[in-house]
């Protein structure tokens, strides 16, 4: 998959490769992952970020991204 996407990116005239496409994904999705743990604290002021929708509508399900603030929750409860 990652490949394709390199191959595609390359296509548009950029120079990447698929290992730095995978790496860029995983950096943005620990973005997201921890904007959304910051975000779901109490106290804290909102952070947003351009990103955000789009990972939203991506990730949102997925239980690794909630998985903190159920451990979180157990402990204080």
Not at 12 to 39: H, L, P
Not at 46 to 56: G, K, L, P, Q, V
């Amino acid at each position: 998959m990652w490949q394709a996407i390199a191959s595609e990116i390359n296509s548009k005239g950029y120079t990447v490769t698929w290992d730095a496409c995978e790496k860029k994904f995983r950096n943005m999705s620990q973005t997201y992952r921890n904007i959304k743990d910051s975000n779901s604290k109490t106290g804290r002021g909102r952070r947003y970020w351009e990103y955000m929708d789009y990972f939203d509508s991506l990730l949102a399900d997925k239980a690794t991204v909630t998985l903190s603030n159920i451990r979180e929750s157990a402990a204080t409860g």
